[in-house]
């Protein structure tokens, strides 16, 4: 069936790079996707979010873009700090909050 | 801060026995609530669909002889792990969402199932 899966289960970036995780997506009818960042032992914790109408979207050190053409999804972070490890997922939102979520992406800052 | 708690944090128990898990919406009214697994290194896979009033719809696969969703009020779902057996060791977590569509998922932080 169509799913939300991950291009890179790992990223190590150096604090103060900038990271890039990326996304594709296979439901064309999906029209709001989710970036969640889960901490070890905790429940996944929303970053920003950002719906099919539009390409881009801001947030605090964190940018989402959007690629309906190619169904793809990538989260940006800026100036990476040490507490931004965490594994990402993104998620589309299938239908009523049926929310289904890609494989993650462990990002890993080195100091 | 949280909109969404979950209870207990973790919880350790015999094979054979049975666990219930607690999750609430704290400021809102959720009609609907979500239960996921997730096991090491994997993903969120969604269990089942929690609906207020009336029965949960599970997703393929999931028992839900074995996984009891009881969501009896706008703000508390249940699930209760029946019969554990080791192979049900796994982080249970819940969501619930202000809207019924298009809007962000609140997940609590989860519930560390241990079956000995």
């Known amino acids: 069936g169509e799913s939300v899966g991950l291009h890179l289960p790992t990223l190590s970036v150096q604090e103060g790079d900038n990271s890039i995780i990326n996304c594709a997506y296979s439901n064309s009818a999906s029209d709001y996707f989710i970036w969640y960042k889960q901490e070890s032992g905790k429940g996944p914790q929303f970053i920003i979010d950002i719906r099919s109408n539009m390409d881009k979207r801001q947030g605090q050190r964190v940018t989402v873009l959007l690629n309906k053409t190619v169904k793809h999804l990538s989260l940006q972070i800026a100036a990476t700090q040490p507490g931004d490890s965490a594994v990402y997922f993104c998620a589309e939102n299938i239908d009523n909050n049926d929310m289904r979520f890609g494989a993650g992406t462990r990002l890993t800052v080195k100091p | 801060g949280a909109v969404v708690s979950q209870h207990p944090s973790w919880v350790i128990c015999k094979s054979g026995t049975s666990v219930k898990i607690e999750c609430r919406s704290l400021d809102f009214q959720a009609t609907t609530m979500f239960w996921y697994r997730q096991f090491p290194k994997q993903s969120l896979m969604l269990m089942a669909t929690?609906?207020?009033?009336?029965?949960?719809?599970?997703e393929q696969g999931v028992e839900k002889d074995k996984f009891l969703i009881n969501h009896a009020s706008l703000t508390l779902s249940t699930l209760t792990v029946t019969s554990a057996h080791p192979e049900d060791s796994s982080f249970y977590i819940c969501s619930a969402s202000r809207q019924t569509s298009g809007s962000p998922l609140h997940f609590g932080n989860g519930t560390r199932l241990t079956v000995t």
């Open positions: 929690s609906n207020e009033g009336s029965k949960a719809t599970y």
